[in-house]
């Protein structure tokens, strides 16, 4: 078997692994919205979905591909399903000077602060408790891989106290699952300045979530970004992505 064959089947069944796909027909959801990333899947480390999840995979192989300085890093990680599938495409192509950062309240969403953020006024998703994922169960899960170690890195608490002051140099692959206009904003505003050029920086609820939205569309109209959006997949519900090109 050839090594690029055996990067290929592992990484495909890492996928089917996190997303549920190989065990899809007991849970009774339609293969086609599980594909979308359009359900809550009970079981699933990851409810982004196949089209998303080959989407982090293409930004990945093309910053190695092109030698693209930087880390790897989630904003709203859930159950850490896309964390997980970052470090097991970084370990099975041997690359071990870049790192992961996972970052999360790891408590859920915040409550809407309305006097700084009013576009999230009435908000509900503090209030769902699916949302809620411990640091302990996604380093759990993150172990049940066997690919928790000193690559992977944690940042607890609200992302408008853990991203201004995180060791980060450089970024090569930013996804961003946010949710709220504020959430959306505070990663946008520090991580983008440490994304590398050619970097890939993914907004996962654009399409779904008009806060999201919102701040994506704020905030490079801010800093002049005029790289074209590009979705994920052809619905209206759809992620999108950018390339840093300036």
Not at 164 to 185: F, N
Not at 188 to 210: A, T
Not at 211 to 237: G, H, M, Q, S, Y
Request: with cysteine.
């Amino acid at each position: 078997m050839s090594k690029n064959l055996a990067i290929d089947l592992y990484l495909e069944l890492l996928k089917k692994t996190i997303l549920y796909e190989i065990w899809l027909e007991h849970e009774g959801v339609d293969p086609d919205i599980r594909r979308q990333g359009l359900d809550c899947p009970a079981i699933a480390h990851s409810m982004i979905g196949r089209l998303r999840m080959e989407n982090i995979q293409q930004c990945m192989t093309s910053v190695l591909e092109e030698n693209i300085e930087g880390d790897f890093i989630e904003t709203g990680v859930w159950r850490g399903g896309a964390c997980i599938f970052m470090r097991g495409f970084l370990k099975v192509h041997g690359v071990n000077d870049r790192k992961v950062w996972v970052a999360d309240s790891f408590e859920g969403l915040p409550v809407p602060n309305i006097e700084q953020y009013p576009q999230d006024k009435g908000d509900p998703h503090h209030t769902f408790d699916f949302l809620r994922v411990s640091l302990d169960e996604v380093r759990g899960n993150f172990q049940k891989y066997d690919l928790l170690d000193e690559q992977v890195h944690f940042l607890k608490g609200w992302f408008k106290d853990t991203l201004p002051t995180a060791p980060i140099e450089k970024i090569a692959v930013a996804r961003l699952d946010g949710d709220m206009y504020s959430s959306t904003m505070e990663s946008l505003r520090n991580i983008y300045p440490k994304v590398s050029i050619g970097g890939y920086i993914i907004i996962d609820d654009y399409g779904c979530l008009p806060n999201c939205a919102a701040a994506v569309t704020d905030f490079r109209k801010e800093f002049e970004i005029d790289e074209p959006l590009i979705k994920i997949d052809n619905t209206d519900l759809t992620g999108v992505y950018w390339r840093k090109m300036k």
